[in-house]
């Protein structure tokens, strides 16, 4: 995550309760601006970038990949404004550069895949996973909270992974892949799911078991380094944060927002239940398996398993019960009006995924739906 670290802060509300602060990392594709495929543009785009932004840009795996991540912060009309001024930004950047930026988890339009970014780690990755190696882009978006401590990051991790399933479907962005619909809201995850350090995070005894799991997983050969711990939930290797990656990039600033701010009422909903000596439900690893899988192939359109007893629930039935769960803590953060009516806006236009079909349907042009997308990045 570029910028400071994402860190508690004390609030000065009157009890001097804490508030988290809370950052946003996304992933985007670069596309050809007539076809749609994607384009080996990383190095043309960040040319074209701010000098001044340099810091919050970066490279990502692929040349048709780049990367933004917001400074943490407090208030949620900060981490719109960074990501909204960094989305445009690198949108006008990527212009200039010929291509256009699309929020978007992977790319729609069959195409040539784009080499990867020449460094030596991922020269490493690619001589042992091989054919593992994505398509043309796999981009996701990643939120980070501040934790007081790794220990207490650790149990955060364990109540958090019940809920992560109903997160995915609200982030579903990737239904076409290699120019067809590929079944799926988010086919992202699906491919993604290839690699053997990808899964739910497992139910965790402590700190030293997160640690003892990570010098047994490098030594066994699926992860070459901790960075490689692709756990839908970790601990930063960098950051004092508990950080979840189980989305597809977001559409829209909005949609991000969004996202960011769920995230956050439900760490916060950890910590209380943390404090208050509440243990976490050991959900079984099969289960959660299935009901990520379901999120992924359904979004919020569909069916969801409702973790409490294995049966399938409207998606939305377990968004709302999750909205009910984290209310305090997103009304003590000053999120609850802003989730209420940005929820709205989701009902109304549907998620990601679902607006893509939408265009697709209209026109039978995955053109035009490259095109929608790079409208909706922008905003």
């Known amino acids: 995550m570029s910028g400071p670290v994402a860190e508690r802060e004390r609030d000065a509300a009157p009890g001097g309760t804490d508030l988290l602060t809370v950052g946003v ?3 985007f594709l670069l596309a050809d601006p007539h076809t749609g495929t994607a384009v080996p543009a990383v190095e043309l ?4 970038v701010p000098a001044e932004l340099r810091g919050q840009v970066e490279r990502e795996f692929q040349t048709s990949q780049i990367e933004i991540g917001s400074p943490p912060g407090l208030d949620l009309s900060s981490i719109r404004h960074s990501l909204g001024m960094l989305r445009a930004e690198l949108a006008d950047a990527a212009e200039r550069a010929g291509v256009r930026l699309l929020a978007i988890g992977t790319g729609p339009v069959d195409g040539p895949v784009p080499p990867v970014v020449d460094k030596p780690r991922f020269d490493r990755m690619i001589e042992r996973f091989r054919l593992l190696v994505p398509g043309p882009g796999n981009n996701g978006m990643h939120v980070h909270v501040g934790v007081p401590d790794p220990d207490t990051g650790v149990q955060v991790l364990n109540h958090v992974r019940p809920w992560l399933p109903i997160l995915q479907a609200v982030t579903v962005n990737s239904p076409f892949a290699r120019g067809a619909d590929t079944g799926y809201a988010s086919w992202r995850s699906i491919e993604w799911e290839r690699w053997p350090s990808v899964a739910p995070t497992p139910y965790l005894e402590s700190h030293e078991h997160y640690q003892r799991l990570i010098r047994q997983l490098i030594a066994s050969g699926v992860m070459l380094d901790e960075g490689m711990l692709y756990w839908y939930a970790r601990l930063s290797a960098k ?9 597809d990039v977001c559409p829209s600033v909005d949609d991000a927002v969004l996202v960011a701010a769920l995230v956050r009422g439900l760490v916060a909903t950890a910590l209380t239940d943390i404090e208050a000596g509440r243990p976490a439900v050991n959900t079984d690893h099969h289960l959660l398996v299935a009901a990520h899988w379901r999120a992924a192939h359904d979004g919020l359109e569909g069916q969801g398993v409702d973790l409490h007893d294995g049966e399938l629930r409207p998606a939305w039935e377990l968004l709302d019960r999750l ?6 803590e997103l009304d003590r953060h000053g999120d609850l009006d802003r989730v209420t009516d940005l929820l709205g ?6 998620s990601g995924a679902a607006r893509q079909r939408a265009v697709f349907e209209r026109t039978g042009e995955l053109v035009d739906v490259v095109a929608d997308v790079a409208r909706q990045t922008r905003g």
């Open 25 to 27: 990392e996304e992933e």
């Open 45 to 48: 785009v960040m040319e074209q």
């Open 239 to 247: 950051y004092p944060t508990v950080e979840l990656r189980i989305g």
């Open 323 to 328: 909205v009910d769960r984290l209310r305090p």
């Open 345 to 350: 806006g989701l009902r109304r236009h549907g």
